[in-house]
């Protein structure tokens, strides 16, 4: 049977509905990988933040007379203590992150060497996260 011009003219609704179909897969996908990539970018701006309080507050710690450093930074005190600004937040500058609190412990003390831990937990999106870094001092 030989088909003419007036049958081949114009889209039937299964192509349209198969492109409409093709078309919000596509559009899904895109979407899916900007919400990712979002994510991803606020988490990386998050850790940075909370690395650059964690260098900060080392910094501070190596400057830092050995003799001073168990009554300038309280082991296992959150934000060094009371006060308003707490002292670490004049350290770091004002805290940045959501519920960020700075902790530094003391893992090893000896009589000329003292192992410091200095850790920083925040809140992200409903999830704690923690950073921490170690270092020593010795009394030289």
Do not use: C
Not at 49 to 69: H, K, N, V
């Amino acid at each position: 049977m030989k088909m003419t011009a007036r049958h081949q003219r114009g889209n039937t609704l299964i192509e349209l509905l198969v492109s409409l179909f093709v078309l919000v897969t596509a559009s899904s996908g895109l979407l899916l990988m900007y919400l990712s990539g979002n994510l991803l970018s606020e988490q990386a701006r998050q850790e940075r933040i909370a690395y650059e309080d964690l260098r900060d507050m080392m910094e501070r710690i190596q400057a830092t007379a050995f003799t001073a450093i168990a009554g300038n930074f309280p082991a296992g005190v959150a934000n060094g203590g009371g006060g308003n600004p707490t002292p670490y937040a004049r350290i770091v500058g004002t805290y940045v992150l959501p519920n960020e609190t700075i902790t530094v412990t003391y893992p090893a003390i000896a009589a000329d060497r003292r192992e410091i831990l200095v850790t920083v937990t925040w809140t992200q999106r409903t999830r704690a996260r923690a950073a921490s870094l170690l270092t020593v001092r010795t009394n030289m």
